[in-house]
């Protein structure tokens, strides 16, 4: 394998949204390239103080989404970036959490949650632990950077889209050994809450 636990591995973000365009629009290779050249100028108004390259990433996101309400109307677009970014964020997130180069336990799930929170596209967020135990691990996310970009794009409704990539994650990660909850409904930033409440439970302690 040419990966391991230090040099993880990068999925193709780009072939899985090529994957998922195909789905549902004619020419999603036409649609991509004029997306990416269009993109130079969307990109040249972004002033925000946050990495070059996940304003990049992120912000690419966004303009295919806006793009694509132009073209097909904002809720059939949302659908799309929403399977996309699902389907996309699940892969970058079990290599974060290595589950191919490690044994998955609430332990290491633990651990490298912390890990990616410090060298991920996470690693500008605000996170606060409140509760690490054998059977409970639970943290606060204060800030969110992903929020702060897609507000300040106008387009904060993929905040939410991002955060369904936690429970895509975490509850897959151990399927009826690990739960992942938020302590009620609408415990998010974009939905309104100072944090975002992550709770992590191993019923099997």
Same mark, same amino acid.
């Given at each position: 394998?040419?990966t391991?636990?230090? =040099?993880?591995? #990068? ?6 949204l090529? %994957?998922?365009? &195909? ?5 999603? !290779?036409?649609f ?5 050249i ?10 925000l ?17 806006i793009?694509?309400?132009?073209k ?15 389907t996309?964020?699940?892969a970058v ?8 180069e ?5 332990? =290491?799930?633990? #651990?490298y949650?912390?890990?990616a929170?410090?060298? %991920?596209?996470? &690693? ?5 632990i !409140? ?9 606060h ?14 387009v904060p409704?993929?905040?939410l889209i ?16 690990i ?10 930033i974009?939905?309104?809450k100072?944090y975002?409440?992550f ?7």
């Open positions: 394998m040419k391991n636990t230090d =040099n993880i591995a #990068k999925p193709a973000v780009s072939l899985i090529l %994957g998922v365009l &195909k789905g549902y629009i004619k020419n999603p !290779i036409g991509l390239i004029k997306s990416k269009s993109f130079k100028k969307f990109r040249k108004n972004i002033v103080d946050l990495p070059r390259d996940f304003v990049d990433t992120t912000a690419f996101i966004a303009w295919i989404y793009r694509l309400k132009e097909i109307g904002q809720e059939k677009a949302y659908e799309i970036i929403r399977a996309t970014i699902l996309s964020g699940l997130q079990q290599a974060n959490f290595r589950n191919v490690e044994n998955r336990s609430f332990k =290491n799930l633990i #651990k949650q912390q890990r929170n410090n060298e %991920g596209s996470t &690693k500008l967020n605000t996170m606060k !409140i509760e690490q135990t054998e059977s409970k691990y639970e943290f996310v204060t800030r969110c950077v992903f929020y702060e970009l897609f507000t300040y794009l106008k409704e993929l905040t991002m955060c369904s990539i936690d429970n895509a994650i975490f509850n897959t990660y151990l399927p009826e050994k739960i992942f909850h938020r302590n009620g409904l609408n415990n998010t974009p939905q309104g100072k975002c409440e709770v992590v439970e191993n019923i099997n302690a």
